[in-house]
């Protein structure tokens, strides 16, 4: 295949997903010129997708890749360091990969999220090459989660893009200065999935709540094992004899 037929296939994978989502329309190009990116996918408060319910806009790139190996969940992509960059400085993205295969009749979808503070960390460690690895994980076949991904990713690049570019200070010296009254870790989901599953399922940030400004300050950090705690009351014995009691 050639590359615009590369494209083109990759281009029409990501919308024809996209557009299964009742929450999601997708406005994106093939053999688009505009630097850096391909479109935007728009997000809509409910199914009514009228301007009325318009959540927001999220810009997306597309990479299309001739492969026969459909069977990973899990890829690595090198990107440019100017796109990074790029979307570093407009707030933050969606990147689709998608593997075409059989001459077009196969096609796997993969996608990173990249608000600010994972870009942020991902250009830190690129050590002045002009690419940088990026590992992308498959996009999902279920409606809601494709809407919740672009909600996350949409909420967190919203409460980073004012700190693209600032100093941001650690946990531990907002600790020593005595200014940090809390942390939050915020999760944006469409449907009924259980907000404990959609915590561990989703990509989450750390928000530093400091005294004397009304802005979280995102952390400088991407939680990588997450787990939620619950304490189920039971009385835990063996015969007369009482081992464990949370009543």
């Known amino acids: 295949m050639n590359s615009i037929q590369i494209e083109t296939f990759a281009v029409n994978a990501v919308k024809d ?12 190009n093939d053999n688009d010129k505009e630097p850096s990116w391909d479109g935007a996918v728009y997000i809509y408060k409910d199914k009514d997708c009228t301007k009325n319910n318009l959540k927001g806009r999220l810009p997306v790139q597309v990479k299309g890749k001739e492969c026969n190996d459909l069977t990973k969940d899990e890829i690595s992509y090198a990107m440019s360091v100017v796109d990074l960059n790029n979307y570093l400085n407009d707030g933050g993205a969606i990147l689709f990969v998608v593997y075409i295969g059989n ?11 990249l608000p600010p503070i994972k870009l942020r960390v991902e250009l830190e460690t690129a050590n002045g090459q002009k690419t940088k690895t990026l590992k992308l994980k498959e996009f999902p076949i279920d409606s809601n989660k494709k809407a919740s991904i672009f909600l ?11 700190f693209s570019s600032a100093t941001l200070l650690t946990l531990d010296e907002l600790q020593e200065q005595g200014v940090l009254e809390g942390i939050t870790v915020p999760i944006s989901t469409i449907g009924t999935e259980d907000p ?9 940030y750390v928000y530093a709540n400091i005294r004397g400004s009304s802005i979280p300050q995102p952390l400088e950090m991407i939680p990588m094992d997450m787990y939620t705690q619950e304490t189920e009351p039971a009385i835990i014995s063996i015969g007369d004899k009482q081992f464990y009691s949370s009543l």
């Open 17 to 28: 997903s996209i557009l299964m989502s009742d929450y999601l329309t997708p406005f994106i």
């Open 103 to 113: 001459g077009g009749l196969c096609k796997k979808i993969y996608y990173i999220e």
């Open 152 to 162: 996350n990713c949409y909420e967190n690049c919203r409460r980073q893009a004012s």
């Open 196 to 204: 404990n599953i959609a915590l561990l399922n989703s990509e989450v």
